[in-house]
């Protein structure tokens, strides 16, 4: 009996032991653990990585989507074990930034001498008000729309991608091809209002939900133009009310349910995994209303990372320059350093999925002259709180003329004290 | 409808409405199986097919890739087993204190444990987690295990079925021959109740295999994933596929199914006798 | 809950002083605290101290990553304007209603029925209205919401053959509501008529048979038999399934993974449970979070208020 306790009450220690081992990658100066979130590939930069350099084990985990890898980045911060280098996507970024000691000042490990190498723009966005800089960018959105070239057929319009690009200037231009397109097939020509239009417009103004000052102001015209516009594509019952992400999205993109899909630089390589099905149905168009950028992502270093050199050494080769633009041709990330813009390489990159588009060219031309706005504390709760509310009328939950009022007291109630 | 003796023959409705209500209680799970062995070209066909396919390795490889889903069941099965065991030593202790000994504060501290269970400690969830991190366990096993040892119900559970096995006469007879408490404890008292601590074990192993919220909230990484988070994560993968949560679903539920089949029959019979005679 | 909170449970004869030595009888007097220290050390730290401690942190506008600042009663006087939080009450109450009642009606049902003396089968029926106990919430989550979906589900499917459109159940509030309590019936039904079985049989069975002979048909028996011998029983799994409807959580978190923090976009199925999630370990608003703890905590404590009550009536009654 008493061995069988024994037995027993070893077993549990030894379980907590495993656990707690677990749990340590120790601190040899040759790992080092880095966070990531899914749909990105970063994958495909650490394999290039470890290749050149055989002797660095990278610990690369792909936490969940971009929320979640900022939701388990705070709660690490928060008493946690940290990463040695995380991903974190622009719109989570602010919301770092207002605990900047959270993180290694890049500068100290010579960011200074190299953020030249960046946009503008995306680099004011990581770096503090006294010069303190907390991320290197990754890559940025862009804007383009990809449509079905065998669809487009079906419907009766073009299908070569300058021609389509030449229907939609504007937005409303976009809504009556959509128009057109219901009306010759009488299915929906895009999978939804609220990611496919909202996000996508919202992001092309020069002023989001906060102003240059750096004051909330979500309620401002270019915001409510965006959502009024939204309000016109729900009206016009021209979209297949599959929410981006979900699996009706998913299954319905793969099985032609509908035509269009915005897509920003990233999406292209949701599209790819989501709909092998699709491959070389596909082209990319620009997207109507002008240029315009949403997501991109940056590179950081928590303090008390256990191994920050190794994670210094990783952003400086991985992110320079030319490792963006190769990044770019393996995953179609836009590089977010603007020399690389005219490089023959990018302008040339033709993608086979999508009939050969050139998506080098359309998303650099689709963030030459933006005009950057200022990303807040909150940006990210209030995307959500208006997009959720636009995905209501679009359910039928919310009247189309109550929205805007609903919205506005949503994310006052959601991000006002 | 009325039968003379209806005490005695069991009329034939009654099988059948029983057959239903156990249909419905097995419908998900057999769909949890047909959707996990179909590509989703056909999952998302109408009307359904309804007939398991071929694709099972296929979605459960697909699993594999997109969470280390054989460590998320290492893991389930280290902190079920854990918390089992745990439960069943922690509330064997304390129902023997609280059935068999005496000690000043008893009566007190019994009706502690007994409000302890109307109390559901979820709502400290934010306190709890601040708890977690300071002793450095965020996103390691033993800070889902440690906190699963608390059991209000079980040393209640505990202390009724000792105090229905153990006679007073016994614990005399035992003290009698100059044993000590613990004596009387590890030699006399626990081999007669085991059977009862480990059905109490297996309840406890059922739950923490379950168990959701606290999991998800303290582990983070993925290999540090329970087979639960680990479901959760195939739902939210950008890549998705129908049947991938499906799948997930199914072989999270597997060995506990395995498990019901060898011990069913004794949860069944332990809810029934945990349960209080009217 | 009524007999356990009895004190005349509680209180039974002592047992016999032990024998020994002066410092092995102080021994022998401290190892009854000794073998309650691992329950009560354990309860102290994850669970006493944090519930106490709720009450602290709601006082604070607390970001785990920033700063804390004391806002006094802040939180809660935000908490009564904002209405997510009675939305989340109305949603709580108005699934745990939806799932409780016809659940234990249910349970009540198959106790009857697997109480038949001569029942065949009756260890196979018993298991297998367990199978669904087994089930994680998780994946219960999973199949339900496939079986709901709005374009390939199966129920779905059945509308459209009834010549009915395909309904987006989770986009409604009563949609949304249906499909959760249907999950917590599925899974706990089978769990109650066991509990209402295992008393039914504590009964003669002479009083059944007595009944049949004077021509009392299944109804009356379960009308003036099973209800009033499982009342106790019956009391004890309302308060069960109270405590646990305040903690539905998975099932919310689950249903709409494309609004999953606040169960669709409309919050319309967002339970306490899920707001004080998004709220606190979403938004890492720590003490906006622990004050909607702290009104979890008063709502529990009206409920067991209010189960007490019902209790005392009852036995009064008797």
């Known amino acids: ?417 | 409808m009325t039968r003379r003796r209806s005490g005695h023959r069991v009329p034939l409705w009654v099988y059948a409405v029983l057959t239903v209500f156990c249909a419905i209680s097995y419908f998900p799970l057999y769909w949890m199986f047909v959707v996990a062995t179909t590509d989703s070209a056909t999952a998302t066909r109408l009307p359904p097919r309804l007939v398991p396919g071929d694709n099972f390795l296929d979605l459960a490889g697909l699993v594999l890739e997109t969470v280390p889903f054989v460590r998320a069941l290492v893991n389930s099965f280290v902190i079920a087993t854990a918390i089992g065991v745990g439960q069943a030593l922690v509330c064997s202790l304390a129902g023997f204190a609280f059935a068999k000994l005496s000690f000043p504060g008893r009566h007190t501290l019994f009706v502690i444990v007994v409000l302890t269970m109307t109390v559901p400690l979820q709502l400290a969830i934010i306190p709890q987690y601040m708890i977690i991190s300071r002793l450095g366990w965020v996103d390691t096993l033993q800070g889902v295990i440690v906190p699963g040892f608390v059991n209000a119900f079980g040393i209640f559970w505990m202390r009724q079925h000792i105090v229905a096995t153990i006679s007073d006469e016994l614990m005399q007879a035992a003290r009698v021959d100059g044993a000590t408490t613990w004596q009387v404890f590890w030699r006399v008292v626990f081999p007669l109740v085991r059977p009862g601590a480990i059905l109490l074990g297996l309840f406890g192993f059922v739950w923490a295999w379950n168990d959701f919220l606290w999991p998800f909230i303290v582990l983070k990484s993925p290999e540090r994933y329970t087979a639960q988070i680990a479901i959760k994560a195939l739902q939210n993968s950008r890549d998705i596929d129908l049947g991938l949560a499906m799948s997930g679903s199914f072989l999270a539920t597997l060995p506990l199914l395995v498990l019901f089949v060898f011990v069913g029959r004794r949860l069944v019979g332990g809810i029934m006798e945990g349960a209080f005679k009217g | 809950m009524a007999t356990i909170l009895d004190p005349a449970v509680v209180t039974r004869k002592p047992p016999p002083a032990p024998h020994g030595g002066i410092r092995e009888s102080v021994r022998e007097r401290l190892a009854p605290y000794g073998y309650i220290a691992p329950f009560f050390l354990l309860f102290a730290v994850f669970g006493l101290f944090p519930l106490l401690f709720t009450f602290y942190v709601a006082l604070f506008d607390w970001n785990p990553i920033g700063e804390r600042t004391f806002v006094g009663l802040d939180n809660f006087t935000r908490l009564v304007d904002d209405p997510r939080f009675w939305n989340a009450v109305r949603n709580t109450f108005s699934i745990w209603v939806l799932s409780t009642v016809p659940q234990l009606l249910l349970a009540l049902g198959v106790a009857h029925l697997l109480n038949h003396a001569r029942l065949r089968a009756s260890g196979f029926f018993r298991m297998s209205v367990l199978v669904p106990y087994i089930t994680s919430v998780g994946a219960t989550t999973i199949v339900f919401g496939q079986l709901i979906d709005r374009d390939y589900g199966m129920v779905n499917w059945f509308l459209e053959l009834l010549g009915l459109a395909h309904i987006e159940f989770t986009a409604s509030v009563w949609g949304s509501h249906l499909t959760i309590a249907a999950m917590v019936m599925w899974r706990w039904t089978g769990y109650n008529a066991l509990l209402y079985l295992a008393s039914l049989q504590a009964l003669p069975r002479e009083i059944y048979e007595a009944a049949a002979v004077d021509g009392a048909g299944q109804w009356r028996q379960f009308r003036h038999i099973t209800v009033p011998a499982l009342r106790p029983i019956i009391v004890f799994t309302v308060v069960n399934s109270t405590i646990g409807g305040l903690q539905i959580f998975t099932e919310a978190l689950l249903l709409s993974p494309s609004a999953a923090q606040t169960c669709g976009a409309a919050r319309q199925c967002q339970t306490l449970t899920l707001f004080l999630y998004e709220q606190g370990f979403g938004r890492y608003q720590f003490g906006y979070g622990s004050a909607i703890g702290v009104a979890l905590f008063v709502m529990v404590v009206i409920t067991a208020l209010v189960n007490f009550l019902l209790v005392s009536r009852s036995r009064a009654e008797r």
Request: include cysteine; aromatic fraction near 10%.
């Open chain 1, 1 to 417: 009996m008493k061995r069988h306790v024994a037995a027993v009450a070893a077993l549990v220690v030894a379980a907590s032991l495993v656990a707690g081992c677990s749990g340590d990658s120790g601190s040899d100066p040759k790992t080092f653990e880095f966070w990531s979130f899914t749909g990105i590939n970063q994958k495909a930069d650490v394999e290039v990585y470890t290749k050149a350099h055989p002797d660095i084990n990278v610990k690369l985990t792909e936490v969940g989507s971009t929320t979640e890898t900022a939701q388990a980045l705070t709660a690490a911060l928060a008493g946690g074990k940290v990463p040695d280098l995380v991903l974190i996507q622009g719109d989570d970024l602010p919301k770092f930034m207002q605990a900047p000691d959270n993180f290694l000042d890049l500068n100290s490990r010579g960011a200074d001498k190299i953020k030249g190498n960046y946009l503008d723009w995306v680099m004011n966005q990581s770096t503090t008000g006294d010069g303190k800089i907390i991320g290197i960018p990754t890559d940025v959105g862009g804007l383009a729309i990809a449509y079905r070239t065998d669809l487009f057929k079906a419907a009766g319009l073009p299908t070569d991608r300058d021609a389509v690009s030449r229907l939609w200037p504007t937005w409303d231009d976009f809504l009556e091809v959509g128009k057109r397109y219901v009306g010759a097939t009488g299915k929906p020509f895009l999978d939804n209002a609220p990611t496919s239009v909202y996000f996508q417009a919202v992001n092309q103004g020069t002023q989001r939900y906060y102003t240059p000052e750096r004051k909330l102001d979500y309620g401002n015209a270019q915001v409510k133009s965006a959502f009024d516009l939204t309000l016109k594509f729900l009206a016009a019952n021209v979209t297949a009310k599959q929410s981006s992400f979900s699996a009706g999205w998913t299954a319905g993109m793969d099985k032609g349910e509908f035509a269009v899909v915005a897509a920003p630089s990233w999406m292209l390589g949701s599209i790819r995994t989501n709909a092998p099905g699709t491959a070389g149905k596909w082209d990319v168009a620009r997207i109507p209303g002008g240029s315009g950028n949403w997501g991109g992502s940056y590179l950081a270093i928590p303090k008390r990372a256990k191994n920050p050199t190794a994670a210094w050494n990783y952003i400086n080769e991985m992110q320079s320059p030319n490792a963006q633009l190769e990044h770019f041709l393996t995953s179609g990330a836009l590089p977010s350093t603007p020399s690389v813009y005219a490089d023959p390489k990018l302008t040339s990159r033709s993608e086979p999925f999508f009939s050969n588009a050139p998506i080098g060219k359309i998303y650099t031309d689709s963030v030459t002259g933006l005009k950057p706005f200022y990303i807040g504390p909150d940006d990210g709760p209030i995307g959500t709180e208006f997009l959720n509310v636009l995905v209501s009328v679009e359910q039928g939950k919310v009247p189309p003329d109550k929205a805007w009022s609903t919205a506005l007291a949503n994310v006052k109630n959601a991000v006002e004290k």
